[in-house]
């Protein structure tokens, strides 16, 4: 039987520890400081109470972290400054550099290292979660066998340490941005008496903006149009009493491609190393030359 510590069982946490307990694992958590409904969610997932974090690591093959983002290096050390030579499993939420630190944490101290994001809701109640992983192969394949036949779907990303995170951050920063630009959205809508309307616009979007990276040059090539419709935008949430500083940044995003006007079939590796470096100069050049010759 797999033994696993899971630091610590929050909504997640708990979900994905209870996964693993219908995996056929033993799963092991420390009370101590815990509130009492982190015990209530640990007991129902079916996890056992151990009396201290070196007891529960002492006999463990699997310590995996699920927790706030900013505790994740404070939770790593302390797994660290102890003698435990199994797989630590970092699961949050967390940027790439960050795990790079998390990693060199273990590197003389004879732990494998995996890097993991989760996707979803907490697999609980029926409802499914993605458990992506790259690092360490013992400890990816152990995470795949004791989340066997679970509601958390394992995937082996097969690439260094720092992939799994940074695929979660290029996933949480359009999910998260956009949820919180549909909150601004709908604000400002009601302040102005359109929500029911800006409902009905809505339905003519597509639903798959992230999936459609074939649009991107097509965005970059109005983008310098784009930026002045922004600015207006941002002036009309702050009259409005909401906060313009989304549309604000994304008027200073789109200006660095405002070189690549009506570029519409600019490849996109071109699109994105001018988001990454600002540099649009060639691609001004270009287009100057093009509303020359017509």
Known sequence: MTTMTLLHPGAMGAAVGEQAVHGGARVLWVPDGRSQ????????????????LADALAVSDLAVSLCPPHAAEDVARQVAAL?????????????????????????????????????????????QASLCLSGDQRGVRALADTFEGTDLQVRALERPIGSASALKMAFAGFQ???????????????????????????????????????????????????????????????????????????????????????????????????LRTGDGQGSADESASDDRAH
């Not at 409904?37 to 201290?52: H, I, N, Y």
């Not at 922004?230 to 909401?242: D, I, K």
């Open 37 to 52: 409904s982190t015990r209530v969610r640990a007991a129902k997932a079916g996890m056992e109470a151990c009396g201290s």
């Open 83 to 127: 003698p435990y030579a199994g797989v630590f499993v970092d699961a949050n939420a967390i940027s790439p550099h960050r795990m790079e630190r998390i990693t060199a944490l273990f590197s003389e101290r004879g732990a494998a290292v995996v890097d993991g994001a989760v996707f979803g809701p907490p697999p609980t109640g029926g409802r």
């Open 176 to 274: 998260k941005a956009a949820r919180t630009i549909a909150a601004v959205s709908h604000a400002l809508a009601e302040a102005h008496g359109v929500a029911a309307e800006l409902v009905e616009q809505a339905q003519t979007m597509p639903a798959d903006i992230l999936t459609d990276a074939d649009y991107l040059p097509s965005v970059a090539a109005r983008a310098w149009r784009w930026a002045p419709e922004m600015h207006e935008v941002a002036e009309t949430l702050r009259q409005a009493g909401l906060p313009g500083d989304i549309a604000q940044a994304t008027a200073s995003v789109m200006l660095r491609w405002e070189g690549d006007k009506d570029r519409f079939g600019m490849p996109l590796p071109e699109v994105f190393a001018h």
